[in-house]
């Protein structure tokens, strides 16, 4: 077999070399298994290729299970997988003289779209994985092991003014160039053509896209990606900053980094308010060192007016970025003095978006999609992305990192030239990623909402934080105690994913501690909807022995703490103008009066009456406030485990085993209440089913007739 490259003189600087002969063995040994170890290794570094972007195939012969003879099949990236994260059940099989049969088939560019249903046509083993739009490309070219990668460094180069130039000079002609076209079955047949005219190639840059290239085994397809990245990042490293400073030089400074991190909370709720006049989204904010190279220099309004430039950035990203016309160092604590510039700033945006949809549209476009933008910049402070989730927020700060890193490279070494605005509407409203879109699972309840929670370190708040995640929110647990806060962090941020969940220690009774886990919630989602205050403890004693100290500590965590907690949480609900939920952790004994309880029981009453009072002034706003009263939830919480159960259970001469059914028994329906069942009352409330319900308060106490309201 002819090699493609002399691995001799591979010399990497930038990326390493990181195949390993055993783990690529516990892959297995076939060419499938080897596609897989290489793609698992190229997807797990960014500068290699951006999160599910490109695709990797192989040719393998396989025994044909309709006819017992032997196939040529193509193992393919399946649609919309990663790489870095692939697995044998990612691939789409297909056999590869049905894909060389469909060119018969192929009546030109204009009915290009046609092809890709044919493509399931060619499916081998009845595989239920959809096969990658860029199938086409993978079977046309006749190498065995094909990677198709989406590196800044040779994106830099694809995205240059004289980018087929650039291409010839670094590779010295062993890599091709193919201009800007939309993947599928042409830019198939085009790589197919170059490959005829001239066979020695190793690659071919896809202008405006990115790579392609190839091996005769798993190893050498894989060093020659590396060699050609690396060669392209040396090429322009060498050069940055001497054809023109960077960026055309630095024109603000950073703020320091906790001023940076202030700055993003305050304005964060107003900006997640504009992005969601559409549809409610989740933000993400990163003051990456790249970020602010970008954003603090003098090209930065002409560079982000040129939008991204691989497809795969801009879909993320929309066309372009909007810059935030504020200065860094204004003064936040009153917004009102910047939300008039920055509502110009949006309106302006969404008036551009929509005369590009109307510039570009045809009869066949799918309706105009949200127009507001996906990513703001902020000079001296960073960036802030808006999706409909935390994960697709994250992601799309990634991708606009990566166009930075290309406008970066193609600047030092020519012009940066994005996608004309017509190929890039043709891409974000080509049909088959409206299809893609009409696809995705219904969304859930809680789905983009942020939800932060009081005393979450264990029962109850535990269990509401549960819940809440289950239906799709994103949640900032909170708690007084560290060990406990840190325990159900690791649990929830592995079960749910550590994009959903965070959390703070907080002491309610302290402002400050309040402060800083709103700041949290806000730079890490963009703001709240929904506060649950959940912390509490009880103290039960006769009047005469209460202390001052029992009585101000008990009213400090639920009085006042739930006072605190609302007030600053509902300076962000107004901030986002999008209303919200409140709902409070009460108690049956703010309904009933009973002996040894002054303290406790009162302070419970003021929580309730709190939450009426709140759910008065703020109806206006559609804010909602609203009231769950427990009993006896005694499993899961801390007095349980304090030797309180111990105690108790003495008092009445049982067994602490026995001590719910015996609370049990004191209810109207004779059931041991959980702290589920508290969860499920406040989802009751926020889940979207109870809109018309605030002033509220949910018995959940298995029935206590003093404890009926009238
Ligand atoms: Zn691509």
Not at 120 to 145: G, R, V
Not at 228 to 244: H, P, V, W
Not at 452 to 457: D, E, F, P, Q, R
Not at 672 to 696: H, M, R
Request: proline share 4%; with cysteine.
């Amino acid at each position: 077999m002819k090699k493609i490259i002399d691995q001799d003189t591979v010399n990497l600087t930038h990326l390493a070399n990181v195949w390993d002969e055993t783990k690529a063995k516990s892959y297995g040994d076939d060419d499938v298994a080897l596609l897989l170890y290489r793609s698992n290794i190229l997807g797990s570094d960014l500068r290699i290729t951006n999160y599910a972007g490109g695709n990797t195939s192989c040719k393998q012969k396989e025994i044909d299970p309709l006819t017992g003879e032997e196939v040529d099949v193509l193992w393919v990236k399946g649609s919309g997988g990663d790489i870095g994260t692939m697995t044998k059940k990612g691939l789409a099989t297909l056999y590869l003289d049905k894909l060389h049969a469909l060119k018969k088939l192929y009546k030109g560019i204009r009915f290009e779209d046609e092809m890709v249903p044919l493509l399931a046509h060619c499916n081998y083993n009845l595989n239920t994985t959809a096969p990658s739009i860029d199938t086409p490309l993978h079977a046309f070219i006749p190498h065995k092991h094909i990677d198709h990668l989406h590196p800044d460094a040779i994106i830099a180069i694809a995205a240059s003014g004289n980018g087929k130039e650039i291409t010839g000079e670094i590779f010295n002609g062993t890599v091709g160039w193919v201009d800007w076209q939309r993947p599928g079955f042409d830019l198939g047949l085009k790589l197919e053509e170059a490959l005829q005219k001239n066979p020695d190639l190793r690659g071919i840059v896809l202008g405006g896209h990115g790579l392609i290239n190839w091996g005769t085994t798993a190893y050498e397809c894989y060093v020659n990606s590396l060699d050609l990245i690396d060669t392209a990042t040396r090429y322009l490293e060498e050069r940055y900053g001497s054809r023109k400073p960077i960026f055309g030089g630095e024109v603000s400074k950073s703020l320091e980094k906790e001023k940076r991190y202030e700055q993003a909370a305050a304005i964060m709720p107003l900006l997640r308010g504009l992005c969601s006049d559409k549809n409610r989204m989740i933000g993400h904010f990163t003051d990456d060192e790249r970020v602010l190279e970008f954003v603090n220099s003098k090209d930065l309004a002409i560079l982000a007016a040129r939008g991204t430039s691989c497809p795969d950035h801009f879909l993320r990203t929309k066309i372009r970025p909007l810059v935030l016309p504020v200065s860094a160092g204004d003064d936040l604590k009153d917004l009102t003095a910047v939300k008039d510039r920055i509502e110009k700033e949006f309106e302006s945006y969404r008036e551009y978006y929509t005369s590009y949809y109307n510039r570009c549209k045809d009869d066949q476009s799918p309706p105009m999609r949200d127009p507001n933008p996906v990513i703001l910049l902020w000079p001296q402070v960073g960036m802030f992305t808006f999706a409909k989730d935390k994960q697709t927020a994250r992601v799309a700060s990634e991708f606009y990192i990566n166009a930075i890193n290309v406008m970066k490279g193609a600047e030092a070494v020519s012009e940066y030239v994005g996608l004309s605005e017509q190929e890039a509407f043709n891409i974000e409203y080509w049909a088959l990623e409206e299809a893609k879109l009409r696809r995705m699972p219904k969304e859930k309840a809680l789905s983009r909402k942020v939800a932060i929670i009081s005393g979450a370190g264990g029962g109850i708040g535990r269990s509401i934080a549960k819940k809440f995640l289950e239906e799709g929110a994103c949640v900032v647990v909170t708690d007084n105690q560290a060990d406990r806060i840190g325990e159900v962090y690791e649990e929830f941020a592995g079960t749910f994913k550590k994009d959903v969940v965070t959390s703070c220690i907080v002491d309610v009774t302290k402002e400050e501690s309040i402060l800083d886990a709103y700041r949290k919630a806000t730079v890490e989602f963009g703001g709240v909807d929904i506060i649950v205050h959940s912390a509490g403890l009880a103290i039960s004693k006769p009047i005469v022995e209460t202390t001052k100290e029992d009585w101000d500590f008990l009213y400090a965590v639920m009085v006042r703490g739930q006072f605190l907690l609302a007030r600053e949480g509902v300076k962000i609900l107004q901030a986002q103008g999008m209303g919200g939920d409140i709902v409070n952790i009460v108690s049956k004994n703010a309904l009933v009066s009973g002996p040894k309880n002054v303290a406790y029981g009162s302070a419970k009453a003021a929580q309730l009456h709190m939450s009426r009072l709140m759910a008065a002034e703020l109806g206006p706003q559609k804010i909602r406030v609203n009231s769950v009263n427990p009993d006896a939830v005694i499993r899961g919480s801390k007095i349980w485990d304090d030797g309180w159960a111990a105690a108790r259970a003495k008092a009445y001469g049982i067994t602490v085993d026995e001590l719910p059914a015996f609370y049990a028994k004191r209810t109207v329906l004779n059931e041991e209440v959980l702290p589920d069942d508290i969860a499920e009352a406040v989802f009751a409330f926020v889940g979207g089913q109870l809109k018309k319900s605030t002033g509220n308060l949910l018995n959940v106490d298995g029935g206590i007739t003093e404890s009926f309201p009238r």
